[in-house]
């Protein structure tokens, strides 16, 4: 197959713009797409065959279920069946933006798209393209992160490229995303309010508006059960993954770089190629290894904005191993280390 890939400036583009891809997608076509938080790959989600060739490009198994996108609240009531006091209350604070809700899904919505659930996720996502190609194509798109299964999501239309090229229909290529990170998920179809994913949208900023809202046992850190299966299908897969295994150092700082160079020099002197995850604070310490800076400290969000992109950089790299330091798990911190912890397959270690 032939992919367009089709420049778009975010701050400058007019409906015309998004008139073939619109059409691809009412056709039943694929079209991959960015939002603010990863880029999409979007088909027609009421539509079985569609949402099919989703799963057959990514590759992805089809238990693990789509979110559709939607591009104004009133679309909530046309693909749930039942939208309670919560989801109105989150739509009004959070939509448009990274923030995706789990509700009872209606007969519109075919199982092909939900993995068989009865429940469906729903996101209004904020970027400007990805808001304005749902309304002209008129469809609810389902859109899951548009990576080969398993792979970093991606950040940039370079990386859907690399991973869809050929695969798709058309590739809309609209820049750096903003967050970095896919969406939080919260599962409003249990009696309490349950985070399934963490993402930009925190715990406390869910509180805020809920009262209370529980977080799956399996997305936190400290839970070590291994057979604890996760309320969202997608978070039981090993995940987010680069080529080279992954290990994360966790304690004070400076004995966490003290570590990882002992490690890369021994590691060295063994022909093995290290690349190692430091900040803009301590790269200058690491005088070994292939050395990247993810982000600062300063700003948890320029390193939710680096994270996968410098996992594929390190995948282009041929790196053996990748060491990383790792980063205070509270606010949107939850969200960078549950990620960071998949893609090391929760391979970390306490040097305290
Ligand atoms: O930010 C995002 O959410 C991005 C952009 C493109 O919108 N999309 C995304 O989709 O991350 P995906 O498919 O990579 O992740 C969707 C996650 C999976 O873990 C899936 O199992 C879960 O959402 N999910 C979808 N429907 C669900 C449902 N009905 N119940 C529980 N989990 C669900
Ligand atoms: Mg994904």
């Known amino acids: 197959m032939n992919t367009i890939v089709k420049k778009i400036n975010e701050d400058n583009f007019t409906d015309t ?33 569609a949402s099919k060739k989703i799963y057959e490009a990514k590759g992805r198994p089809s238990d693990n279920p789509l979110i559709l996108h939607i591009a104004d609240v009133d679309s909530l009531y046309e693909i749930a069946s039942e939208v309670p006091e919560s989801a109105k209350r989150l739509a009004d604070e959070f939509w448009p933006g990274p923030l995706t809700m789990i509700l009872k899904k209606n007969n519109k919505v075919p199982y092909s798209t939900t993995g068989g659930l009865e429940s469906v996720a729903i996101r209004m996502p904020e970027h400007k393209i990805a808001l304005a190609l749902i309304k002209e194509s008129g469809l609810y798109i389902a859109a899951p992160s548009a990576n080969t299964s398993g792979k970093p999501s991606p950040t940039k239309a370079e990386h859907v490229i690399k991973d869809l090229n050929g695969k ?7 820049g750096k995303v903003g967050i970095g990170l896919e969406s939080t998920i919260i599962d409003l179809t249990s009696k309490v309010p349950t985070i399934l994913r963490p993402g930009y949208i925190t715990e406390e900023m869910l509180n805020n508006v809920l009262g209370t809202v529980d977080t799956d046992k399996a997305i936190l850190k400290e839970n070590k059960d291994k057979n604890y299966k996760p309320k969202a299908p997608g978070m039981k897969y090993k995940h987010y993954a680069p080529k080279a295994n992954l290990t994360i150092f ?3 700082e400076a004995t966490v770089i003290d570590e990882i160079i002992k490690r890369t020099m021994e590691k060295q002197t063994q022909g093995v190629k290290v690349g190692i995850i430091a900040t803009d604070e301590s790269k200058e310490k690491y005088q070994c290894g292939v050395v990247k800076t993810i982000g600062s400290r300063k700003n948890n969000k320029s390193i939710a904005r680096g994270l996968y992109e410098i996992l594929r950089d390190f995948d282009d790299l041929d790196v053996d191993v990748i060491y990383s330091e790792s980063f ?25």
């Not at 891809?21 to 009421?46: D, M, S």
């Not at 798709?168 to 609209?174: E, F, K, R, S, T």
């Not at 280390?337 to 893609?343: E, F, P, V």
């Open 250 to 252: 966790e304690g004070n």
């Open 168 to 174: 798709v229909d058309m590739i809309i290529d609209g």
């Open 17 to 49: 713009d998004l008139c073939e891809a619109a059409k691809i997608l009412r056709e039943g076509g694929l079209v991959a797409f960015p939002t603010e938080t990863v880029y999409g790959l979007g088909a027609n989600g009421l539509d079985e065959k």
């Open 328 to 352: 205070l798990d509270n606010n949107l911190g939850q969200a960078i280390m549950n990620r960071l912890l998949k893609a090391s397959g929760y391979d970390l270690i306490n040097v305290r």
